[in-house]
C-alpha cells in the first residue's frame, strides 16, 4: 500500500501564510521517492481541480502554476519522504481543498495522470 496525508490548512486571512505538508509512506515512496514526480492540486467549491506546483525527483526544478507563482514555494525532503508547499500573500481567490498527488516518472500538468492522492487539506482565505 501507499499513502500520501496533507496537513497544514487552516483559516487564514488574506495577506498571510500557511505551509501544507504531504507526507508518504509504503514500500513504494520508501524505496523510491525520489524517483516520484509530487504536485500540488486544488480544488475551490463547485469547480474543477487545478494544477498549482510540481517539484521533480530530485528537487532540481520545480514548476507553479501563473495563479501563484511569486508567491507559493514547492520544496520536497526525500530523506524524510515529504513534501511541502509554502504559499505565502495568500488571497481569497486561493481558498480551495489542496492535494498532494504523485506518480513515477515524467512530470505532468494533468491530474489524471498521477497514480497516487492524499484526502486533501482545506484552505480559507478571508477577505
Avoid at 487552516?10 to 514500500?27: F, I, K, P
Avoid at 510540481?54 to 526544478?61: A, D, S, W
Avoid at 511541502?84 to 500538468?109: H, W
Amino acid at each position: 500500500q501507499v499513502r500520501l496525508v496533507e496537513s497544514g490548512g487552516g483559516l487564514v486571512q488574506a495577506g498571510g501564510s500557511l505551509r501544507l505538508s504531504c507526507a508518504a509512506s509504503g514500500r513504494t515512496f520508501s524505496d523510491y521517492f525520489s524517483d516520484y514526480v509530487i504536485s500540488w492540486f486544488r480544488q475551490p467549491a463547485g469547480k474543477e481541480r487545478e494544477f498549482v506546483a510540481y517539484i521533480i525527483g530530485g528537487g532540481g526544478y520545480s514548476y507553479y502554476a501563473d495563479s501563484v507563482k511569486g508567491r507559493f514555494t514547492i520544496s520536497r525532503d526525500n530523506a524524510k519522504n515529504t513534501g511541502s508547499l509554502q504559499m505565502n500573500s495568500l488571497k481569497p481567490e486561493d481558498t480551495a481543498v489542496y492535494f498532494c498527488a504523485a506518480k513515477r516518472g515524467i512530470r505532468t500538468l494533468s491530474p489524471s495522470q498521477y497514480d497516487y492522492w492524499g484526502q486533501g487539506t482545506r484552505v480559507t482565505v478571508s477577505s
